[in-house]
């Protein structure tokens, strides 16, 4: 079996880490209770509500991109509202 050499000295020290070490170590959601987590302010997310975006690269105009970042914060949302209005009217083909 084999030993593994303490993480602390004997003078409280704390040693270099190995490759070894980090391969033993796990996430913090995974070992961590629930509530210790929500204290710590870490983020622990439910079920999706709705089934996820796909991340995509897209290229536009620059006004386009301008128009619509001049709104501030979630303008990539509402460019996918935009399309989705289009799309209803239209036929992407």
Do not use: C, Y
Not at 32 to 43: A, F, I, N, V, W
Not at 72 to 86: E, F, P, V
């Amino acid at each position: 079996m084999n030993k593994r050499a303490p993480l602390i000295d004997k003078d409280g020290e704390v040693r270099e880490l190995t490759a070894e070490d980090m391969r033993r170590f796990k996430p913090a959601h995974e070992v961590l209770p629930l509530e210790l987590q929500k204290t710590l302010g870490m983020r622990v997310r439910g079920p999706q509500k709705a089934p996820p975006k796909v991340s995509t690269t897209i290229r536009l105009s620059p006004e386009v991109v301008e128009a619509f970042r001049a709104g501030g914060d979630g303008w990539q949302t509402r460019i996918d509202a935009a399309l989705k209005d289009w799309l209803r009217t239209h036929s992407p083909v």
